[in-house]
């Protein structure tokens, strides 16, 4: 009997659903415990979260966050990027560290061609911005590219905690602070080497320097915000934009009602200047066209456009095109994805965030409630999705700020009746550490084991004795069980161990049915080949004799 992968996925959320819908009822368990051993619980809680000054308390969450996504890197995802995306990505850091911009057109291009790598005049790329590849460079070059988002996610929630008590107060900071490091989504995208945990730095320390100017009036932090929106722009340029507009349409506001000089415009944009002309001169290099992004060249000229239409994108749904119903599907599927992977509560971990909503908005929530819708709606006119097997990832950058309302949203709830509700901020301790307890104890490592074990053409590939060598990477036909998703992992985790001049002692390539071995032996003459194939939940190396 062959079982659907769709099936085994569904399978797999029903489980851990079920087991952690189960633990929600214990947000009720102080209802039936005597006031004073509530009263007791809370003093306790309190000590523990304030028992550090703020100095040591952003320390401790620092070095939480950085040991937690490390281990998670090492022992859940081994180190290695486990999508095409990623390993297109750390593809172009690879070619930044040998100092290069491009790698040379290999022999048989379309033998090792990735599909998220662009061959375009004589060059080979990565079709994506260059701002998550300069990172990943960077830790290319100290032999640890997998630590560099553990790194980023570190900053990431540094700067929440700055951004929370900013908008809020210390009690908001340091739960905010809590509640994100106990974040499935965070913690299992914090850890990987996608292009979203640069974005999220860089638009996190972006909002963090535009609050301390607005506290401080030190021009000093515009150009720093403008660095930070530099980076975001290179790095997700359509990210970056969603994500600032509310903030650019404030600051107009502002200006027009004269509350706001012309000079703040100027440092923000000193900083910014240099990463838009870095950006138009990497797309002149890449694409001969400065206003042509790399990823416009990727299969068809509309696969990555914006907006609506018959060739807008690639096949979704079982049709090709983007409408109104497919961008109302995706919205859905990613609120619901999102209720699941934002906090590991099933069903309710939005409920928080609605409690804002339903409520009259102070000026500080309606200026975080319209940067995360802005983004939100931006992503209704983009083709895909963008559900990974860790959350919605074109919600990334909202996280903090969806995080720091929800926070608000549980110090909002105030029930007659219930003896512990009626402390001001009891019901934020209560309810949000017995729900991290379910996340971290049954919530993520679930799902990290169903990660590590599920990523099936992820498995290792036996090292080889035989060197000079090129190994031929072998598709299981479309009849196997899981043959879909074992064939859009195997080959990007082979090629990932290429570096991109072909120069190793081991090279990974595509097997090519139409391509006779001998004309390979002939472009390989000092090279043994070897085929790789994906046979019983392991992958297999044998040689390919004369």
């Given at each position: 009997?062959i079982?659907?992968?769709?099936?085994?996925?569904?399978?797999?959320?029903?489980?851990?659903?079920?087991?952690?819908?189960?633990?929600?009822?214990?947000?009720?368990l102080?209802?039936?415990?005597?006031?004073?051993?509530?009263?007791?619980?809370?003093?306790?809680?309190?000590?523990?979260?304030?028992?550090?000054?703020?100095?040591?308390?952003?320390?401790?969450?620092?070095?939480?966050?950085?040991t937690i996504?490390?281990?998670?890197?090492?022992?859940?995802?081994n180190a290695?990027?486990?999508?095409?995306?990623?390993?297109?990505?750390?593809?172009?850091?690879?070619?930044f560290?040998?100092?290069?911009?491009?790698?040379?057109?290999?022999?048989?291009?379309?033998?090792?061609?990735?599909?998220?790598?662009?061959?375009?005049?004589?060059?080979?790329?990565?079709?994506?911005?260059?701002?998550?590849s300069l990172?990943l460079?960077?830790g290319?070059?100290?032999?640890?590219?997998?630590?560099?988002?553990?790194?980023?996610?570190t900053?990431?929630?540094?700067?929440?905690?700055?951004?929370?008590?900013?908008?809020?107060?210390?009690?908001n900071?340091?739960?905010s602070?809590?509640?994100?490091?106990?974040?499935?989504?965070?913690?299992?995208?914090?850890?990987?080497?996608?292009?979203?945990?640069?974005?999220l730095?860089?638009?996190?320390f972006f909002?963090w320097?535009?609050i301390?100017?607005y506290?401080?009036?030190?021009?000093?932090?515009?150009?720093?915000?403008?660095?930070?929106?530099?980076l975001a722009?290179?790095?997700?340029?359509?990210?970056?934009?969603?994500?600032?507009?509310?903030?650019?349409?404030?600051?107009?506001?502002?200006?027009?009602?004269?509350?706001?000089?012309?000079?703040?415009?100027?440092?923000?944009?000193?900083?910014?200047?240099?990463?838009?002309?870095?950006?138009?001169?990497?797309?002149?290099y890449?694409?001969?066209?400065?206003?042509?992004?790399?990823y416009q060249?990727?299969?068809v000229?509309?696969?990555?456009?914006?907006g609506f239409?018959?060739m807008?994108?690639?096949?979704?749904?079982?049709?090709?095109?983007?409408?109104?119903?497919?961008?109302?599907i995706?919205?859905f599927?990613?609120?619901?994805?999102?209720?699941?992977?934002?906090?590991g509560?099933?069903?309710?971990?939005?409920?928080?965030?609605?409690?804002?909503?339903f409520?009259?908005?102070s000026?500080?929530?309606?200026?975080?409630?319209?940067?995360?819708?802005?983004?939100?709606?931006?992503?209704?006119?983009?083709w895909?999705?963008?559900?990974?097997?860790?959350?919605?990832?074109?919600?990334?950058?909202?996280?903090?700020?969806?995080?720091?309302?929800?926070?608000?949203?549980?110090?909002?709830?105030?029930?007659?009746?219930?003896?512990?509700?009626?402390y001001?901020?009891?019901?934020a301790w209560?309810m949000?550490?017995?729900?991290?307890?379910?996340?971290?104890?049954?919530?993520?490592?679930?799902?990290?084991?169903?990660?590590?074990?599920?990523?099936?053409?992820?498995?290792?590939?036996?090292?080889?004795?035989?060197?000079?060598?090129?190994?031929?990477?072998?598709?299981?036909?479309?009849?196997v069980?899981?043959?879909k998703?074992i064939?859009?992992?195997?080959?990007?985790?082979?090629?990932?161990?290429?570096?991109?001049?072909?120069?190793?002692?081991?090279i990974?390539?595509?097997?090519?049915?139409?391509?006779?071995?001998?004309?390979?032996?002939?472009?390989?003459?000092?090279?043994?080949?070897?085929?790789?194939?994906?046979?019983?939940?392991?992958?297999?190396?044998?040689?390919?004799?004369?």
């Amino acid at each position: 009997m062959i079982v659907s992968e769709q099936s085994t996925i569904l399978t797999h959320y029903l489980t851990l659903w079920g087991k952690t819908i189960l633990w929600l009822p214990l947000i009720t368990l102080p209802y039936f415990l005597k006031d004073s051993l509530v009263e007791l619980v809370k003093r306790k809680l309190e000590s523990i979260i304030f028992f550090l000054d703020n100095f040591h308390w952003s320390l401790v969450v620092c070095f939480i966050t950085l040991t937690i996504t490390s281990l998670i890197a090492l022992f859940a995802y081994n180190a290695i990027p486990k999508t095409s995306d990623e390993v297109s990505l750390l593809f172009q850091a690879k070619i930044f560290a040998s100092g290069h911009w491009a790698a040379p057109l290999p022999p048989l291009t379309e033998m090792f061609q990735l599909e998220t790598t662009i061959v375009y005049n004589h060059r080979w790329f990565s079709m994506y911005q260059p701002g998550h590849s300069l990172m990943l460079a960077a830790g290319c070059l100290f032999g640890l590219p997998w630590l560099v988002g553990p790194l980023l996610s570190t900053g990431s929630i540094f700067f929440t905690y700055r951004i929370a008590q900013s908008f809020y107060d210390e009690t908001n900071a340091r739960l905010s602070t809590i509640l994100l490091i106990s974040s499935p989504f965070f913690l299992l995208s914090g850890s990987t080497y996608t292009v979203h945990n640069t974005s999220l730095f860089a638009l996190s320390f972006f909002t963090w320097m535009v609050i301390k100017y607005y506290k401080n009036n030190n021009p000093l932090l515009l150009l720093c915000a403008g660095i930070g929106l530099g980076l975001a722009f290179i790095t997700r340029a359509y990210t970056a934009l969603a994500y600032c507009l509310p903030i650019i349409a404030y600051g107009i506001y502002l200006s027009l009602k004269k509350e706001l000089t012309s000079y703040v415009w100027f440092w923000i944009g000193l900083g910014f200047l240099p990463f838009f002309l870095f950006q138009l001169w990497n797309n002149f290099y890449l694409t001969g066209d400065a206003l042509i992004f790399p990823y416009q060249l990727f299969l068809v000229k509309d696969y990555n456009s914006i907006g609506f239409g018959k060739m807008v994108g690639g096949i979704l749904y079982g049709s090709q095109g983007h409408t109104f119903a497919k961008a109302f599907i995706n919205f859905f599927y990613n609120l619901s994805v999102l209720s699941f992977h934002t906090f590991g509560w099933p069903l309710v971990s939005l409920l928080p965030f609605l409690i804002i909503l339903f409520r009259k908005l102070s000026k500080t929530d309606a200026f975080v409630v319209s940067i995360i819708f802005s983004q939100i709606i931006a992503y209704f006119f983009y083709w895909y999705n963008g559900v990974g097997f860790w959350g919605p990832r074109f919600y990334t950058e909202i996280l903090p700020l969806l995080v720091i309302l929800s926070i608000q949203g549980i110090r909002l709830v105030r029930l007659k009746g219930i003896p512990f509700f009626n402390y001001p901020v009891y019901p934020a301790w209560i309810m949000v550490f017995i729900l991290i307890l379910g996340a971290v104890l049954l919530y993520i490592p679930l799902e990290i084991n169903f990660i590590k074990n599920s990523l099936w053409g992820c498995k290792p590939i036996p090292a080889l004795n035989t060197k000079p060598a090129l190994v031929l990477v072998r598709n299981l036909p479309q009849d196997v069980p899981f043959a879909k998703t074992i064939n859009m992992f195997i080959f990007p985790a082979a090629f990932n161990k290429n570096d991109p001049q072909l120069q190793g002692d081991v090279i990974y390539g595509k097997y090519l049915p139409n391509t006779p071995i001998e004309k390979i032996r002939v472009l390989f003459p000092f090279r043994s080949l070897y085929r790789l194939r994906y046979v019983n939940n392991t992958n297999t190396l044998e040689e390919i004799t004369p």
